[in-house]
């Protein structure tokens, strides 16, 4: 299975976003833990180049085993049209 997943993302280029602060995203919660990355996000390189400032954090979220990942994609605002909006005046 992993090589089909692996060869699926080689097919289409994808990137994986690492998290800046922590290296796994589940663990067992046992007295002798078991720690794994089972979460995980992807991008094109498009993408990427588009949101060069992005990053991707950890967050904890007790009494959970699972870290909720968040994308932050910077302060960049180079991707796509900007949105027309009215002033109130």
């Not at 602060?21 to 919660?29: A, G, L, R, V």
Request: net charge positive; no cysteine.
């Amino acid at each position: 299975m992993d090589r089909q997943f692996n060869s699926w993302i080689d097919k289409w280029g994808l990137i994986e976003f690492s998290t800046s602060n922590k290296s796994f995203t589940w663990t067992n919660k046992q007295d002798i833990p078991t720690f794994a990355k089972i979460d995980r996000i992807f991008v094109t390189t498009e993408w990427e180049s588009a949101f060069p400032l992005a990053s991707v954090k950890a967050l904890e979220r007790l009494p959970s085993d699972h870290n909720p990942l968040v994308l932050n994609s910077g302060d960049n605002v180079s991707f796509g049209k900007k949105r027309f909006r009215f002033e109130k005046w």
